[in-house]
DNA sequence: CCTACCGATCGGTAGG
DNA sequence: CCTACCGATCGGTAGG
């Protein structure tokens, strides 16, 4: 008669979900099973079922959570009065320091998503979608007011989120450097590369 | 008695190395089926077997091809007379390129070599850590002499590696730039982030 | 190259 | 929350 253990802000199904994550981060969504699962939670398989429908509501709760968080990021840079440059630095860091403390939910929801099931693998196809336009829009009003170099914006999104997503080997490497550093590094290097000299 | 076509040039196994690479990098290792495999290429799943050991054995041979043409690469790049910061850019534009060009081998040794079967998961990883290692060290010969702005070396490269496999989603946009261009804008933003001024 | 088939494992349910 | 269990699917083999 094992319980699942959840400290005093969370809910069996916020535990659920964080526990899965991790494990999804390790094993893949798919090489991942519920057995796994419940046994880094210390009960058995079928006794998740009363606290989470399925395996593929996990995944859809992991993503959409990531999803909202950076969707109410980028709201709040879009209103704040700020060189264009300025708010894709913002950007920028929202997400290295996401991937920096909250690695394995925005780990799984980008690299795990193609795994949802219909119609939350179109919703999150398009709230992706979206994001990364209203990203690209940014940078090409910087292109615009010459703070940034003339370069394809998409571009620009596309190689930003990538390599933010890079962070995953620094957690895997034995010879971190502070996180930080990590940060900075990071911004010298994207955001020069846009700057306008 | 369907039969497995493989152009002149390559045999049956190469053929179903091609297919599976293509199914890796739609589904990923572990969601593909043997059934799914074979169907694409017109047979029965039993009868892949005449050609190929395991599918374990299809993930390994795709990735450790892929390690071999880097590994080749850099040390063409080494040799070379040339400051350090263009030996940077050749090995960018090499990653660039292959991702344009032969994206499903690259992406699926990139996203699934986890899920490879010892000792092949071991060697795998430190073919990867040693390839990193040389690329951070010719980066650091490009911050000791001056070419290159001072930044950490780990982080340089995990950035460059990664904003890389981002072509992933140029392969996947409906309105696409030009494969050239792309090159040239992804070595701008991520040279430029490094060349000092 | 195919038919026929196996043992293992999966996500999930019934019933308590 | 557990025991007991199901149908489906998987990688792979035997034998021709």
């Known amino acids: 008669m094992a319980k699942i253990k959840s400290s005093e802000n969370s809910t069996k199904k916020e535990t659920i979900l964080e526990e899965a994550a991790r494990l999804f981060y390790k094993k893949g969504f798919n090489a991942a099973s519920m057995r796994d699962l419940a046994e880094r939670l210390g009960v058995e398989a079928a006794s998740l079922y009363n606290h989470i429908h399925s395996k593929a509501q996990i995944l859809k709760d992991i993503c959409m959570k990531v999803a909202e968080e950076f969707i109410a990021n980028i709201e709040q840079v879009e209103a704040a ?3 264009a440059i300025q708010k894709v630095e913002e950007l920028l860091r929202f997400h290295i320091r996401k991937m920096i403390y909250k690695y394995e939910d925005v780990y799984v929801s980008d690299r795990e998503w193609k795994h949802l099931a219909e119609p939350f693998l179109s919703e999150y196809r398009e709230l992706r979608r979206n994001y990364r336009k209203r990203f690209a829009a940014l940078i090409e009003q910087g292109v615009e007011r010459q703070e940034i170099n003339s370069i394809n914006a998409s571009t620009a999104v596309l190689i930003i989120l990538h390599a933010v ?8 490497s034995t010879q971190k450097i502070t996180a930080d550093l990590l940060e900075e590094n990071m911004v010298t290097i994207l955001v020069e590369g846009l700057r306008k000299n």
Chains 1, 2 share one sequence.
């Open 81 to 83: 009065e700020q060189p």
């Open 165 to 172: 997503s890079g962070i995953e080997s620094w957690h895997r």
